[in-house]
C-alpha cells in the first residue's frame, strides 16, 4: 500500500487542505509520498517533513501549471495504489489531466472513506450522496472540508527536487491576489456571509464589520458576487468554494440549493433574513428574522 | 480556426432532484432537462469568438441518446454553425467522454475547444481536463476571461487565491466559469433557422472509442438531514444561544 498526494501550499505555512488530504491518505494507510510545487527551505515543507505519516517528499518548485506537474509526475505513478489531491482549484486542476494521461477514470470530491476502494461523493450539488466502488488505481479528489487536518509529528521524511518536465505549450502569467488580512475562507473557523439582501458594495461593511469583530473570513452568495458587491473568490457554493467551519453567519441570503451546497457542512448555521419563507431558514440552526441593517449592527456591538 | 464546443444535457438547475426509492439511481423522468449552464457560457464564448472574427467555424458536440438533439438545437439557434452527437444510451465516464471528445476534435481538425468546468449533475469537473490531456494540448480551467490572439489564449482563470493569467499556445481546451460572460437567449426566427441547420449522428464505434466504467455507482441516497432548528425572537437571544447552547462564541 502507498499513497501519493499532489497538492500545492502557496503561502508560508503548510495549508490546511493538505493536513486535511493527508488524513484522507492516513485512513487508507499505508506509505505517503507528497509532490509539492514548493521551495525546499519553504515553513510548508518543513513541517511536512515532519509529520508522521509522510515518508517522502517531492518538490517541484518551478511547476506552475498543471501541464509541468503532471509531465513531471506521470511516469513516476505506477508504485502508488492510490493518488490523491485536496478538491481546491489546484487539485481540481491537475488530477483530472494525470488521470486521463493514465488512462484512468477518477473520483472527484470524496468526502468519506468507505473502504481502499469504496468511496462516498457528493452529486447534484450536494442534493444526493453516491458510493462509488473504483477497480484498479484509486485517482481521487478528497473534499479538504470534510476531513480533519493531519498533524501528528513523526521522523523526518526524505526530500528530493524533481527536475522539472515542461511542455511548454501553457504559461503562468501573473497572479492577482486580493490583499486581506482575515482568515482564508476554506480554513476559517467562522465565516459570515452576505448575500444579495446587503444590496450594495458599501453596505458589505457591515458584514466585513460584523466578521472582523468574530476573527472570521467572510464569504457570499453567487448574487452578491455577480452584482459586483464582491471578488469572486469569496463565493460559497456548489460552484465556489465549500466551507464547513464551526459557525457560519448566512445573512441576507435566500438558501438556494447551489449556495447551500457549499455551506450546508457547517457546524452550527446562523441565518438572518427579513423574510421568514427564505429556505436558509430550513437548514440553520437559529433563525433571525430582521431587518440585516439593523441586526448585524447590534450583533457587532453585542459579540465579544 | 474551428472552435468545438461540448454541451450536456442535464436535469435543469432550478428542479429539486429526486433519488429513486431503491437508491440505484436518479429519478428523471418526467422532469424538466436543460442545457447544463457551463455549457451555455462555452456557446456562447464561441459565438463570441467567431462575432469577433477570431473563428470560423463553431462547431457543437454532446454525448448522448436521442434527447439530446434539442440541447443542441438549442446551440445551433444560439449561432453554432453544425452539431454532432455521438450516440450513447445512460451516462458515460468524463474519461469515455474526453476520449470521444478528443477523436471528435481530431475529425474535424478543431484548434479550440470550449466546454464547461463542470456538469451540474456529475458534480465531477473533470471532461476538459481528460480532453486536454488525451490531445496533449494544454488547458486553461476556470476561465473568467479569454482573449486570443498570433495562436495564443490568454486566459484569467478563477483559482482559489484570486485570478491567475496563463497564456497558452493553441489548440487549447478552455473550461468555462460563471463569470465569463452572459449567455444570450435564443430568438425564435433562430430557433425555427436551426432546424435545417447540420446534426450529424456518430457512433463509439465509428470513432474507435470503447466506453470503460471503472468507477461504478453503487448507491445514491440522500444527504444527512440536519435536525430542525429554531427560530430566535432578538439578538439578545441569538448571542446568548451562540455562548451557551451552540457554545461557538465565547
Known sequence: ????????????ALAKSVKQTLMAAYKLGGEVTVAINAQ??????????????????????????AEAIVATLEDKCNDFCHILGPATTFGKNVLPRLAAKLDKEMVSDVIEILSVDRFKRPIYAGNAIATVKVSGQVIATVRPTAFDAYDDTGDAASVETLSLVDTGKAQFVGLQAP?????????????????????????????????????????????????????????????????????????????????????????????????????????????????????VPELSDKVK | MKALVAVKRVLDYNVKPRIKPDGSAMDLDNLKMSMNPFCEIAVEEAIRLKEKGVVSEVVVV???????????????????????????????????????????????????????????????????????????WPQATFASEVSINEGKANVVREIDGGLETLAVTLPAVITTDLRLNEPRFAKLPDIMKAKRKPLAVLSFDELNIEPSNTVIVESIEPPAQRSGGRKVASVDELVDALKNEAKVIS
Open chain 1, 179 to 295: 490583499e486581506s488580512t482575515r482568515p482564508e475562507l476554506t480554513q476559517a473557523d467562522i465565516v459570515v456571509s452576505g448575500g444579495r439582501g446587503v444590496g450594495s458594495a458599501e453596505n458589505f461593511a457591515i458584514i466585513e464589520g460584523l466578521a472582523d469583530k468574530l476573527g472570521a473570513a467572510v464569504g457570499a452568495s453567487r448574487a452578491a458576487v455577480d452584482a459586483g458587491y464582491v471578488p469572486n473568490d469569496w463565493q460559497v457554493g456548489q460552484t465556489g468554494k465549500v466551507v464547513a467551519p464551526d459557525l457560519y453567519v448566512a445573512v441576507g441570503i435566500s438558501g438556494a440549493i447551489q449556495h447551500l451546497a457549499g455551506m450546508k457542512g457547517s457546524k452550527t448555521i446562523v441565518a438572518i433574513n427579513k423574510d421568514e419563507e427564505a429556505p436558509i431558514f430550513e437548514v440553520a440552526d437559529f433563525g433571525l428574522v430582521a431587518d440585516l441593517f439593523q441586526a
Open chain 1, 1 to 12: 500500500m502507498s499513497v501519493l498526494i499532489i497538492a500545492d501550499s502557496p503561502n508560508e
Open chain 2, 62 to 136: 454532446t454525448v448522448g441518446d436521442k434527447k439530446s438533439e434539442e440541447q443542441l438545437r438549442t446551440a445551433l439557434a444560439l449561432g453554432a454553425d453544425s452539431a454532432i452527437r455521438v450516440d450513447s444510451e445512460g451516462e458515460q465516464s468524463p474519461l469515455t467522454i474526453a476520449k470521444t471528445l478528443a477523436a471528435v476534435a481530431q475529425k474535424e481538425a478543431a484548434e479550440l475547444v470550449i466546454m464547461g468546468k463542470q456538469a451540474i449533475d456529475g458534480d465531477n469537473n473533470q471532461t476538459g481536463q481528460m480532453l486536454a490531456a488525451r490531445l496533449d
Open chain 1, 40 to 65: 525546499a527551505e519553504s515553513e510548508a515543507v518543513k513541517a511536512l517533513a515532519a509529520m508522521a505519516n509522510v515518508a517522502n517528499i517531492w518538490l517541484v518548485p518551478e511547476a506552475r501549471t
